[in-house]
């Protein structure tokens, strides 16, 4: 197998399958905090900014 052939190989396979998993693992992690066991852990982070505040008193 010559060095052309071998780029040509892993080309064609990032131009369709590296494509195809790059989408795959992006709309994973869009919809993680959206799945029903992340409201807790949502809120925990939204509102870990706060922690330790005194209100000004």
């Not at 010559?2 to 780029?7: I, L, V």
């Not at 989408?23 to 330790?52: C, K, Q, S, T």
Request: hydrophobic fraction near 45%; proline fraction near 5%; avoid cysteine.
């Amino acid at each position: 197998m010559s060095p052309h052939s071998t780029y040509e190989t892993l080309r064609h396979f990032a131009d369709s399958w590296g494509l195809a998993a790059m989408v795959v693992v992006f709309l994973i992690l869009v919809a993680w905090p959206f799945r029903p066991g992340a409201r807790g852990d949502n809120e925990a982070a939204a509102n870990m900014i706060f922690e330790g505040e005194d209100n000004g008193e």
